[in-house]
């Protein structure tokens, strides 16, 4: 019996050790794979350098109007970029009137904590107005969140994303680049839908060209500022 104990305590030792390497190769791989991300450019980093205006606290960076508001836009990041690129956009919006909550998201990936917004509401009790906003990747995680919680949000904001669920085209703005061709493929719904001419999908943020994505024959200032007008229309037309 002793001999035969031998070898299995010799196979088990394999199996673990076998085991342990494969968990740290993968292990290994992740971590590489979402420490290679887009960098947020100058432009949007003395945003944040500025302060005018804005609050970081914890994972949040904040953005308030100059005057009092009842509606804000939480807004999640795309797959692996630097939350800080979107602060040009959300500048804008802000000085429009609207709160802009933008969260940085474990790993750079939004999929990692899809219910971020129940945490942005509870610290926020004044506002009464919540919209959902996110682009590529980060778009899809707020459009899950949008439908498994319909009754917390009054309005969804695509940028480079499309409708991944099943919360109401009528309630959704979607705004897209006309040389994103991959996410007008995917639009099968006609409500609410702006699409820029000239522009692409990186351009959205502020983080450089992105790969796979086809260069814009218009500005990202220019391409953003449209953006801007068409959720402000889009709000506008919805607390009427």
């Known amino acids: 019996m002793k001999a035969e104990t031998k070898p299995r305590r010799k196979k088990w030792k394999i199996a673990v050790g076998i085991l342990l390497v494969a968990l740290v190769l993968v292990a290994g791989g992740f971590f590489w794979y979402v420490s290679d991300y887009y960098r947020a ?6 945003v944040l350098a500025s302060g005018n205006h804005l609050e970081v606290r914890d994972d949040l960076t904040i953005l308030s109007p100059s005057y009092p508001t009842d509606t804000a836009i ?47 509401m509870a610290q926020f009790p004044d506002i009464q107005h919540w919209y959902i906003a996110g682009h590529s990747m980060g778009g899809a995680m707020a459009s899950q969140f949008a439908s498994e919680h319909p009754d917390e949000v009054d309005g969804m904001i695509l940028l480079g994303a499309y409708l991944y669920s099943d919360y109401p085209p009528a309630d959704t703005l979607t705004v897209y680049g006309s040389l994103n061709q991959s996410v007008e493929d995917k639009i099968d719904y006609t409500e609410n839908v702006v699409e820029i001419e000239g522009g692409n999908h990186a351009q959205f943020g502020n983080y450089g060209p992105q790969k796979g994505d086809l260069p814009a024959t218009i500005s990202a200032e220019e391409q953003q500022a449209q953006t801007v007008e068409a959720i402000s229309d889009f709000i506008a037309q919805r607390q009427k």
Not at 41 to 46: F, K, Q, S
């Open 41 to 46: 450019e100058d432009v949007a980093l003395e």
């Open 74 to 120: 939480i807004f999640y990041p795309g797959a692996k970029v630097e939350a800080a690129a979107y602060l040009p956009l959300l500048d804008q919006l802000r000085q429009t009137g609207l709160t802009c909550v933008l969260v940085e998201m474990p790993f750079h990936l939004a999929i990692f904590d899809v219910n971020a917004a129940e945490d942005v």
